[in-house]
């Protein structure tokens, strides 16, 4: 499974973006994929920021609750990361994850850079 995250920037503090990850090359349905995005810092561990079950059940960070959406689309093999309302602190490289069993892919990062 090849994961393509984009949708990064750099925006204002306040502003919003809007991550996406597609899943291509898949031998496994992507409806029972697992979903998640992580954020990494320069110098700390890569840190879970929300995902999402098979069955849509969603899990956030408390760092990001209230302020981050995750969704996915299964028939277009998308998942996406809505931030709204972002702070400084939400500067990171975010990146994509899909788990289906014990297999786990991930996808090359995406930078986000919010501006105080």
């Known amino acids: 499974v090849q994961l393509q995250a984009s949708g990064g920037g750099l925006v204002q503090a306040g502003g919003s973006l809007r991550l996406s990850c597609a899943a291509s090359?898949?031998?496994?349905?992507?409806?029972?994929m697992g979903w998640s995005w992580h954020r990494q810092v320069p110098g700390k561990q890569r840190d879970l920021v929300?995902?999402?079950?098979?069955?849509?059940?969603?899990n956030y960070a408390a760092s990001v609750k209230g302020r981050f959406t995750i969704s996915r689309d299964n028939t277009k093999g998308m998942m996406y990361l809505q931030m709204n309302s972002l702070k400084a602190e939400d500067t990171g490289v975010y990146y994509c994850?899909?788990?289906?069993?014990?297999?786990?892919?991930w996808g090359r990062g995406t930078l986000v850079t919010v501006s105080s």
């Open positions: 994850r899909s788990r289906v069993g014990t297999q786990d892919f």
């Open positions: 090359g898949s031998i496994f349905t992507v409806r029972d």
């Open positions: 929300a995902d999402i079950t098979t069955s849509g059940s969603t």
